[in-house]
């Protein structure tokens, strides 16, 4: 499973890992991604997406058929 949002995009971040001594080595944060599946009445079926928590916050406030919708006009097929 990719470590993508289906929804906002968001993806892993890289930086470094800073020790006591300064030595600096590479490390990266990986967004909390969850697969969760939606039921679409529009289209009588489930959907299942690859979401992160915050996109799932923000699927609870502006729905799912929204969200579907922003998704779609992104290109990305459903």
């Known amino acids: 499973m990719s470590a993508r949002c289906q929804l906002t ?3 892993p971040v890289f ?9 600096r080595t590479r ?4 967004p ?3 697969r969760r599946r939606y039921w679409l009445s529009g289209e ?6 690859t979401l992160s928590a915050r ?3 923000t ?3 502006i729905g799912i058929e929204r969200a579907v919708a922003q998704i779609r006009a992104r290109g ?3």
């Not at 490390?27 to 990986?30: A, E, F, M, Q, V």
């Open 44 to 49: 009588g079926r489930y959907v299942r997406l």
């Open 9 to 11: 995009g968001a993806g």
């Open 15 to 23: 930086g470094n890992n800073v020790s006591h001594s300064h030595r």
């Open 55 to 57: 996109a799932i916050r």
């Open 59 to 61: 699927i609870d406030r």
């Open 32 to 34: 909390n991604i969850q």
């Open 76 to 78: 990305e097929r459903i």
């Open 27 to 30: 490390r990266r944060w990986d």
